[in-house]
């Protein structure tokens, strides 16, 4: 594992022990008192904004970290996988939606001359297969088909439902849409336990993933 990705899970794992601190200290203090309530409604709430930034801090630290890790090994376009040309002339294809029709020819022409091309491959490391939008299990499938990481792009099906339950709170409290105390109070301290719990075991899967992949050379072809 790069020590970047060993840094960025070590990271992402403090986070972690913060959150579940957070819950067993509002687990420890129940009580009838309407104010008190409502702040431990409002700590549910935060976490759910909280872990969404964990994962998405991680994912983008994590494929950077791939990237410069290809980088640095000096592989030639000639010799990595299909897919990663994807991220390998994003530029170019970016450039491509607003030529005109006979320019958009020959970008395409040399775009895919460059897949024989026995020159090492440079990926701009800030360029990674997402969309800004809070991470999915749709993000990670595609960031799987992207890369071209071997196995699963979940732990479990149980980690797509527990992203979209995160993605769909983290956006409607962020946008304003729901009232952080109404929000967390139909949220248990054991159901954020198990929350953070699946959350955590998306990290690992992507930090072994990524390991494995670049441990067995997966990005050759």
Request: aromatic letters at 8%; charged letters at 30%.
């Amino acid at each position: 594992m790069t020590q970047a990705i060993t840094d960025a899970l070590g990271e992402a794992s403090s986070a972690f022990d913060r959150i579940r601190n957070d819950l067993n200290f509002a687990d420890s203090r129940f009580t009838r008192d309407p104010r008190e309530r409502d702040r431990i409604a409002c700590l549910n709430a935060s976490a759910y904004i909280w872990l969404a930034s964990i994962v998405e801090r991680f994912i983008k630290r994590a494929l950077s970290s791939i990237l410069d890790e290809i980088n640095a090994r000096e592989v030639h376009r000639e010799h990595i996988k299909y897919s990663l040309f994807a991220l390998a002339v994003a530029s170019e294809l970016d450039s491509m939606e607003n030529s005109k029709k006979l320019k958009k020819w020959r970008q395409r022409a040399k775009a895919f001359r460059s897949v024989t091309d026995p020159t090492p491959v440079v990926f701009n490391t800030a360029v990674i297969p997402i969309d800004g939008r809070t991470i999915r299990g749709d993000h990670l499938e595609t960031i799987w088909e992207t890369l071209g990481l071997s196995g699963d792009h979940v732990p479990h099906p149980r980690c797509k439902l527990a992203l979209s339950d995160l993605a769909e709170g983290r956006n409607n409290l962020a946008h304003g849409e729901i009232d952080p105390v109404a929000f967390g109070r139909r949220e248990t301290i054991s159901d954020m336990r198990r929350l953070v719990d699946t959350i955590e075991d998306v990290v690992f899967h992507v930090c072994e993933a990524s390991q494995r992949y670049l441990a067995n050379n997966e990005y050759i072809r």
